[in-house]
């Protein structure tokens, strides 16, 4: 493959930045690389690769003659100028919650599901799911193909930074505020020092739309529309670092033996095995991997399993995710040109 057209889109965000790293770690070929950003940030120039670039305001134009444009600047920005850089004959990834359950567009996991991305794409918009349905398709889509799923229960802890920048500087200025004695300047539904079971609004019934679309997007990855999953998700007064336990019930009977082996198998999994410690939100942070330990018969249920699960978010959750996809993008390019 030659060297493209690539943009990323929030340049200055959590995702954006860690996408600007991946393109040069795993040496992407960039040839011309646009930063797109807000009012806000337009003008202000980032180092990449030992080149000072500018960012420039999203507008008119701005997406012509780009073969790639990584969208990490939320839905609304996604749901505007995603289709202007399809018209204008690019790919566009989009980390954000617009497309992930939009049957036209693809929601692609590349260890579980990177067939959707052969032949051609409706609309060429490709959806990453959100960071904790990265780990949930990475981990449970070996052990369905192994014993399918009868049931899943996931309860999710989830550092600050994948709410973006804003949240992690927030963690940081309330834990300083407590640790100085200025406490009752920080909320009781504040981040630091506190773990607060509401992620996005709280809707009817008493689920939150966090935990809904988790579930929605966790159907579409595996393929199972009627995947029994339950999920709490929680905020923890991390920085970096997602974390869930899962308690799984398999149709047939699985030997955690057995689950350890075909985890240890499975693309994208890091396991530690049952003889070690289980892997922290802290040594998650900064790794490609979805860590999984503490892998164990559940006695409680009939053909069950708990198990333990880190990542990164901001890292595999979002940022490797895309880039791995425009990876397989260039690759399929490559294979039928025109
Ligand atoms: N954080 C994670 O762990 C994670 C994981 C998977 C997916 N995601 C998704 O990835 C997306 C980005 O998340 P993030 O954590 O990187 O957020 P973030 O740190 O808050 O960064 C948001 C980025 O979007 C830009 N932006 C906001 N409004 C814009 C506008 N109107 N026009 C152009 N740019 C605009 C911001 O630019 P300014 O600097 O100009 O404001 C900033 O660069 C979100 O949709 C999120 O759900 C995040």
Known sequence: VGEIGVAVVGPSGLVGREILDLLLTRRFPVGRLSLLGSARTAGGTIEHGGTTHRIAPLGPGVFDG?????????????????????????AAIDT???????????????EVNAGLLSGRRARGIVACPSAMAVALGVVLAPLAAAAGLRRVVAST??????????????????????????????RSR????????EIGAVLPGGATAHELQTVEETRRILADPALALSVTAVRVPVFYGHAASLHVETERPLASEDAHEILRRAPGVLLHDATS?????????????????????????????????????????????AVEIGEILLRERAASPG
């Open 190 to 197: 504040g981040l630091a020092f506190n773990c607060v079971p």
């Open 157 to 186: 802890y989830q550092g600050a930074a994948g709410a973006g920048r804003h949240a992690l500087q927030r963690l940081g200025q309330e834990t300083a505020a407590l640790l100085s004695g200025r406490g009752s300047e920080v």
């Open 96 to 110: 954000s919650s617009r497309y992930r359950l939009d049957p036209d567009v693809p929601l692609v996991v590349p």
């Open 277 to 321: 410690q289980g892997p922290t939100s802290l040594e998650a942070a900064g790794t490609d991997a979805t860590h999984v330990g503490r892998v164990r018969r559940d006695p409680a249920v009939d053909h069950g399993l708990a198990l333990w699960v880190a990542l990164d978010a901001v890292r595999k959750g979002g940022a490797l995710n």
């Open 66 to 90: 780009l073969d790639l444009v990584f969208f990490a600047a939320g839905p609304g920005v996604a749901g505007e100028h995603a289709p202007h850089a399809v018209r204008a004959g690019a």
